[in-house]
């Protein structure tokens, strides 16, 4: 079976940052690009960084381009993604993602974690 796994959310300050980790089990993806979606409440789920295989190609939403940087660690089949200078704006469930069914800034991907809360306080 197959399970994204996200650590590292929890409760933080608007100015402050976080380290978002993933870890895969039951299939290697470090021949796929990963990433992470969002979802705030009463909205839809968006892309906000993905990072190809061998890292060396990137999509970040405008929402938090210079703001965050994503990567990845194929030996251990995880992902991060650090966040800086934090808004409100960024309060959300995280899910850890691999595998995009199309363009790198839609949020459709083959397999999704469970998902792990931020919440910026302002």
């Known amino acids: 079976q197959v399970q994204l796994v996200e650590s590292g959310g929890g409760l933080v300050q608007a100015g402050g940052s976080l380290r978002l980790a993933c870890t895969a089990s039951?299939?290697?993806?470090?021949?796929?690009?990963m990433g992470w979606a969002r979802q705030a409440p009463g909205k839809e789920r968006d892309a906000v960084a993905v990072?190809?295989?061998?890292?060396?190609?990137?999509y970040y939403s405008d929402s938090v381009k210079g703001r965050a940087t994503i990567s990845r660690d194929n030996n251990k089949n995880a992902v991060y993604l650090q966040m800086d200078m934090l808004k409100s704006e960024d309060t959300a469930r995280y899910y850890c993602?691999?595998?995009?069914?199309?363009?790198?800034?839609?949020?459709?991907?083959?397999?999704w974690g469970q998902g792990i809360q931020v919440t910026v306080s302002s």
């Open positions: 993602v691999a595998i995009p069914k199309g363009g790198w800034n839609i949020a459709a991907y083959e397999y």
């Open positions: 039951g299939r290697s993806f470090a021949e796929y690009p």
């Open positions: 990072i190809a295989w061998h890292s060396g190609d990137f």
